[in-house]
């Protein structure tokens, strides 16, 4: 019969402990790939910020390239996931739009390492440099636009949505939250403000709300109230997680 050793730690904490060191060494390349990028992100500096010995990023993803591709699908699997929830709630169409809308400005007010992923990704694309893009457009956005269109259709099919094109739906639900971002350096010169403060933040929010509200719903009181109560259930993420990338 064979018997552990009281030095030999139990096989399920042994687990444990590799997946929290796979876990952190993924947390701090993602930071220091968005930071750098990948050609400038040296392992040095991933092992450093992950308080990890720089030969077990080796042991566990082989290649500073295969490091940054776990990374960047680890953050795109979390995105797709949360988005996935909210337009896969139980309720009618038109509230899970609401809803993903909303999802969509958290997520790219908090995952700004993302944005700056997927930025870098398709400048890459653009160079004609072989990249990421068609792995997470196969895994995560081709299935989220399916899922978006078939809520649009399901909503216009119940008389709860007007009748327009699916995808126009697409680009003034999430469309006008990626070109706030974009263009807020250039928006805060123009009109003399903040775009990331807490509370210039905090009235976009509100306002993409309310005006899908009364933009795509066919009883504009139906779509007032639905987005009252999604702002009301839905608080706004912690503003001192936000950071400019």
Same mark, same amino acid.
């Not at 990023?57 to 996931?81: H, M």
């Not at 896969?88 to 958290?106: C, I, V």
């Not at 350096?185 to 929010?205: K, M, N, Q, T």
């Given at each position: 019969?064979?018997?552990?050793?009281?030095?030999?730690?139990?096989?399920?904490?042994?687990?444990?402990?590799?997946?929290?060191?796979?876990?952190?060494?993924?947390?701090?390349?993602?930071?220091?790939?968005?930071?750098?990028?990948?050609?400038? !992100?040296?392992?040095?500096?991933?092992?450093?910020?992950?308080?990890?010995?720089?030969?077990?990023?080796?042991?566990?993803?082989?290649?500073?390239?295969?490091?940054?591709?776990?990374?960047?699908?680890?953050?795109?699997?979390?995105?797709?996931?949360?988005?996935?929830?909210?337009?896969?709630?139980?309720?009618?169409?038109?509230?899970?739009?609401?809803?993903? !809308? *909303?999802?969509?400005?958290?997520?790219?007010?908090?995952?700004?390492?993302?944005?700056?992923?997927?930025?870098?990704?398709?400048?890459?694309?653009?160079?004609?440099? %072989?990249?990421?893009?068609?792995?997470?457009?196969?895994?995560?956005?081709?299935?989220?636009?399916?899922?978006?269109?078939?809520?649009?259709?399901?909503?216009?099919?119940?008389? %709860?949505?007007?009748?327009?094109?699916?995808?126009?739906?697409?680009?003034?639900?999430?469309? !006008?939250?990626?070109?706030?971002?974009?263009? !807020?350096?250039?928006?805060? *010169?123009?009109?003399?403000?903040?775009?990331?403060?807490?509370?210039?933040?905090?009235?976009?929010?509100?306002?993409?709300?309310?005006?899908?509200?009364?933009?795509?719903?066919?009883?504009?009181?139906?779509?007032?109230?639905?987005?009252?109560?999604?702002?009301?259930?839905?608080?706004?993420?912690?503003?001192?997680?936000?950071?400019?990338?």
């Amino acid at each position: 019969m064979t018997h552990r050793t009281t030095t030999e730690p139990p096989l399920d904490r042994t687990v444990d402990r590799s997946a929290e060191t796979r876990t952190r060494i993924l947390d701090a390349a993602l930071r220091v790939f968005a930071s750098d990028g990948l050609a400038g !992100a040296r392992t040095e500096q991933i092992a450093v910020a992950a308080g990890v010995n720089k030969a077990l990023l080796y042991y566990y993803f082989e290649s500073k390239e295969k490091l940054y591709l776990a990374a960047l699908e680890s953050v795109a699997t979390r995105v797709r996931d949360s988005s996935m929830a909210a337009m896969k709630r139980e309720a009618s169409p038109g509230e899970r739009l609401l809803r993903t !809308a *909303l999802n969509h400005f958290d997520r790219v007010l908090t995952q700004r390492e993302f944005q700056s992923l997927m930025q870098q990704e398709m400048i890459r694309m653009h160079k004609g440099e %072989e990249g990421a893009l068609p792995v997470l457009v196969e895994r995560v956005f081709e299935p989220l636009m399916k899922a978006f269109q078939n809520t649009v259709r399901e909503g216009i099919e119940s008389g %709860e949505l007007i009748e327009a094109d699916w995808m126009q739906f697409q680009l003034v639900g999430l469309g !006008a939250n990626v070109f706030y971002f974009l263009s !807020a350096p250039v928006l805060g *010169l123009i009109l003399h403000f903040d775009p990331f403060e807490r509370e210039a933040l905090r009235a976009r929010r509100v306002a993409l709300v309310e005006f899908l509200g009364k933009a795509i719903f066919e009883d504009r009181r139906h779509g007032a109230k639905l987005a009252a109560q999604v702002l009301a259930d839905t608080p706004m993420p912690d503003a001192s997680k936000f950071k400019r990338i």
